[in-house]
């Protein structure tokens, strides 16, 4: 039967919240002159194609090389499914429901409370604290400062050929400059001659340069663009994946028993000059197969020229000899369907759009310490054809949230864990509402909830999306808060999905579990791909109490 009336995400965690108490911190405070650096790398619409999560695929050695040196988590996922939400989300520790921010049009600090940031935190502890490129989403949501002053010991950089990113640089057959979709560019033609993640790359080793002669401790967050659409990236790259290598998604139709609520209609791709004149109908289309192949081939030529730029800021960090004083953390804000369950884009509760890749390394615990000379990360040519694919490290299975992101990085650099958030939270400035992830550390851990440890199918990950209707309309995507009047609440875990869409009130930003419109529920083993909705069928299941709001 349909879940009972609840308030949301901070409702269903306080059901897991409750089963402990938030006990001391597993970690003491370092010295500034042994603690750790951090170095977190946050992708935008990067899903896990890559090749350490087993995609035949993408060429992606650099990443493929870090994760052979990590602990990369099979089963990560964000709480929301678009960039905004999705990075307050994570940066603070804190669920949508708490930022109360789930469009790109309010601040949370103003709008549901002063809470602090992961690079706030490490401020506040002696780090210098950096950022480069897409790290907050810009605008609003981060006060149009990216969360400065309190974030970032020195302002934000922003590449300066980001400007151009959307506006008329794609040349057509027709000789002519367009705004497309598919958009790989002679980067010598571009204005500028560089694109944005050069230019975040060339910053960030510039940075590190600088921090190598620092006797303070640092944490350098770089976020790049790609493969966020356009799909502007160098054209070369489009030679590592012929077009008829390229096959359309294995379930490229949408699913019979898809409630039209949880649908996606992909309004941003639709505004794309070259998607326009293909006149897809709205909003269900489909886009004749051989775009979609179009479609796909320039994700994966993006992951792969994204992995360039990672492979050489991690070249640099060796070449520096911060490799071994150094934690990396790489991530994505949230996936990407690639028209799977016929749609394109974010803004769902499916795994291709929530499921992100995750990996830690931490020096001479993830990986032995380099030997003299030795470098941990040298850079791979994705267009070597000898280059191997690499096994990754350490994996977990087990579900983990972004949320777990905090608390993670603060235990393995030393700092204090910060405690549980209570609920509601509004008042506590600094609190965190996921686990933190030492265990798979060997870390000691003292206020790991017992209840969880060593069993990955006791695990959950939630995530959310809003909708302003019952059926697709042009705003379904990206509703401002004032038009939401649906809250799709998601629960993974490692047998199942399971989403409710609910009313929500706006104005009082409450859902009501007793008004279910529709409902979603996906078997993994039986299902992966999420096709076959029994919710129906079985009633909405019968979940077990401890998961019941």
């Not at 059901?15 to 977190?40: M, P």
């Not at 409630?259 to 791709?269: K, L, Q, S």
């Not at 994996?395 to 949320?403: H, I, N, P, T």
């Amino acid at each position: 039967m349909p879940l009972s009336p609840g308030r949301g995400l901070l409702g269903l965690s306080l059901v897991l919240a409750s089963v402990c108490a938030a006990l001391k911190s597993a970690a003491q405070g370092n010295s500034a002159t042994d603690a750790l650096n951090v170095l977190l790398i946050v992708v935008d619409d990067l899903r896990p194609t890559l090749g350490c999560y087993e995609d035949k695929l993408v060429r992606s050695p650099n990443i493929d090389q870090l994760a052979s040196r990590s602990i990369l988590f099979q089963n990560a996922f964000a709480q929301q499914a678009v960039c905004a939400p999705s990075r307050v989300s994570f940066l603070t520790g804190r669920r949508p429901d708490t930022t109360r921010l789930y469009d790109f049009n309010s601040y949370w600090r103003v709008h549901a409370g002063n809470f602090s940031t992961i690079p706030q935190y490490f401020k506040e502890n002696g780090y210098v604290t950096m950022s480069v490129g897409k790290v907050f989403h810009p605008g609003i949501s981060s006060n149009h400062s990216d969360d400065s002053p309190y974030s970032w010991s020195i302002p934000p950089y922003h590449p300066s050929s980001e400007k151009y990113e959307n506006t008329k640089t794609c040349r057509g057959q027709d000789g002519e400059l367009h705004a497309n979709l598919v958009c790989p560019v002679d980067v010598e033609d571009v204005p500028e001659g560089t694109l944005p993640d050069k230019q975040s790359t060339e910053r960030a080793i510039y940075l590190l340069e600088k921090m190598k002669m620092s006797a303070r401790p640092f944490f350098l967050a770089v976020g790049y663009h790609k493969p966020h659409i356009p799909f502007r990236y160098p054209k070369e790259f489009q030679k590592l994946y012929p077009l008829e290598n390229i096959t359309l998604a294995p379930d490229p139709q949408v699913p019979a028993g898809l409630p039209p609520v949880a649908y996606n209609p992909w309004m941003d791709i639709r505004q794309r000059e070259d998607v326009q004149a293909l006149n897809v109908s709205v909003p269900y289309g489909p886009i004749p197969a051989d775009f979609q192949r179009k479609i796909r081939q320039s994700y994966f030529a993006s992951v792969s020229y994204l992995d360039t730029q990672v492979g050489h800021l991690l070249s640099a960090l060796d070449d520096l000899h911060l490799a071994s004083s150094t934690i990396i953390a790489f991530t994505s804000d949230h996936g990407w369907s690639l028209g799977e369950h016929g749609e394109w884009a974010k803004y769902s509760n499916f795994d291709v759009t929530t499921r992100v890749p995750l990996m830690f390394y931490v020096p001479g615990r993830t990986a032995l310490l380099p030997e003299a000379g030795e470098k941990l990360f040298p850079y791979i040519d994705p267009f070597d054809s000898i280059s191997e694919l690499m096994e990754p490290g350490r994996q977990a299975e087990e579900v983990v949230e972004l949320v777990s992101l905090f608390p993670t990085l603060a235990g393995l650099a030393g700092l204090q864990v910060p405690p549980r958030c209570p609920v509601p939270s509004f008042h506590v400035e600094l609190c965190r509402e996921g686990q933190n992830l030492l265990k798979h550390f060997q870390l000691p851990d003292l206020e790991e909830d017992s209840d969880l440890r060593g069993n990955p199918r006791k695990s959950i990950a939630y995530s959310q999306y809003p909708r302003p209707a019952d059926t697709p309309q042009w705003n379904s995507d990206k509703p401002s808060l004032k038009d939401i009047k649906i809250m799709g609440y998601s629960i993974r875990t490692v047998d199942y999905r399971y989403t409710v869409w609910v009313g929500f009130s706006p104005e009082e930003f409450l859902a009501n579990f007793s008004d279910v419109h529709a409902g979603e529920l996906y078997f993994v083993d039986s299902d992966p791909l999420q096709d076959r909705n029994v919710y129906n069928d079985s009633q909405g299941g019968e979940l077990p109490p401890l998961w019941m709001p």
